[in-house]
């Protein structure tokens, strides 16, 4: 299985920018997508996260009503729209995936790929 996440790039505050994630490797499309981001000197956090079906999405607070989450099963992708970005979105974001139910514990993803860097200047 493998989750490559690709669309990063350099962007000023208030710009957008859209990061796609190519699958790979399951057997049916009965997995979650998730989408976590890891900023220079800090822990990893989880950002958003889409149900097997696309009905069932999460955000963290700190980017709820500016982040969307969607996915295409039928392309193999997922994808996560980044609207009014804020230098504190700067980080390097990863798509991991599991087989089954929604979860937002890191651990709980076996399945990471390289991840996608974001950068948001001021």
């Known amino acids: 299985v493998q989750l490559q996440a690709s669309g990063g790039g350099l962007v000023q505050a208030g710009g957008s920018l859209r990061l796609s994630c190519a699958v790979s490797?399951?057997?049916?499309?009965?997995?979650?997508i998730a989408w976590f981001r890891q900023a220079p000197g800090k822990g990893r956090e989880v950002v958003s996260c889409i149900s097997a079906e696309g009905g069932r999405k999460y955000y963290a607070d700190s980017v709820k009503g500016r982040f969307s989450i969607l996915r295409d099963n039928a392309k193999k992708e997922g994808y996560l729209y980044l609207d009014s970005l804020e230098p504190g979105d700067t980080a390097v974001y990863h798509c991991p995936g599991k087989v089954g139910v929604s979860s937002l514990v890191q651990s709980e993803h076996p399945h990471w790929g390289q991840g996608t860097q974001v950068t948001v200047s001021s």
């Open positions: 490797g399951f057997k049916s499309d009965y997995y979650v």
